[in-house]
């Protein structure tokens, strides 16, 4: 399924190269292409914070330290990250 959605979005071709090796396919089903979206109706629209709110969120889901009702379904996508990935999509997502 994790493979199929990528192809999917290579296909349409939304999907924007990054300098990072971590890639957002995994990511967008939930909060947006563009991290527009609040994701299941709960989450903060990323897009929308800064990146100190960002890496905060993101290292919280990974510790436990961060989050609302549905904190569970970011530990995982937030575990997939290294600290590296974590800034780079927060300079790329933050609201600047
Ligand atoms: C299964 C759907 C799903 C996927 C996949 C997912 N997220 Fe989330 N994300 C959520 C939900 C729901 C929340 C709000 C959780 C909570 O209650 O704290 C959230 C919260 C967040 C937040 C913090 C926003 C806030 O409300 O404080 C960030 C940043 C974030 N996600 C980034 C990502 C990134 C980056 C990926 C891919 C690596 C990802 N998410 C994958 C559903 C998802």
């Given at each position: 399924m994790f493979k199929q959605s990528i192809i999917t979005?290579?296909?349409l071709g939304l999907l924007s190269?990054?300098?990072s090796a971590f890639d957002t396919a995994s990511c967008v089903g939930c909060h947006g292409a563009?991290?527009?979206k609040a994701a299941m109706g709960k989450s903060k629209i990323v897009k929308d914070m800064t990146?100190?709110?960002i890496t905060t969120a993101l290292n919280g889901y990974k510790d436990g330290s961060y989050g609302g009702p549905m904190k569970m379904l970011m530990k995982a996508p937030a575990t997939g990250m290294s600290?590296?990935?974590?800034k780079a999509?927060?300079?790329e997502h933050g609201k600047k």
């Open positions: 979005i290579a296909t190269v990054t300098a563009n991290f527009e990146a100190e709110e600290e590296a990935d974590i999509f927060a300079d």
